[in-house]
């Protein structure tokens, strides 16, 4: 059984930053893209970014690139993803998903994406 753990968030400033992770567990499970999507209080969900198996291709959203990046740690016991999330503003409020697909490069489409986290909340006060 495949889970995404997720971590991280919470309420902080606006200008501060935030890292978010995202830990698969399951036997086997691996060589998948991860995404994360964002959804704001009374807004849909949205797409924010998306990463590869090996980390060679990331897209982000316009409204997070410069700002957000992802990195991976790739590990025979675990394997984790991350967002890290700098100047933070109030638009940036809302709860965040990781999620998994075996897309090679993933995916902006939140129906291309088989696994998901649970969300984290993050705050970001002005």
């Known amino acids: 059984q495949v889970r995404l753990i997720q971590s991280g968030g919470g309420l902080v400033q606006a200008g501060d930053s935030v890292r978010l992770s995202c830990s698969a567990s399951g036997s086997l499970f691996a060589n998948y893209a991860l995404g994360w999507f964002r959804q704001a209080p009374g807004k849909e969900r949205e797409f924010v970014a998306v990463?590869?198996?090996?980390?060679?291709?990331?897209?982000?959203a316009d409204s997070v690139k410069g700002r957000f990046t992802i990195s991976i740690s790739r590990g025979s016991a675990q394997n984790t993803d991350y967002l890290q999330m700098n100047n933070l503003t109030s638009e940036d409020t809302g709860v965040y998903y990781c999620a998994a697909t075996f897309r090679k490069y993933g995916s902006r489409l939140q129906d291309e994406f088989d696994f998901w986290g649970r969300g984290t909340q993050v705050t970001v006060s002005s």
């Open positions: 990463g590869s198996w090996n980390g060679d291709s990331t897209e982000f």
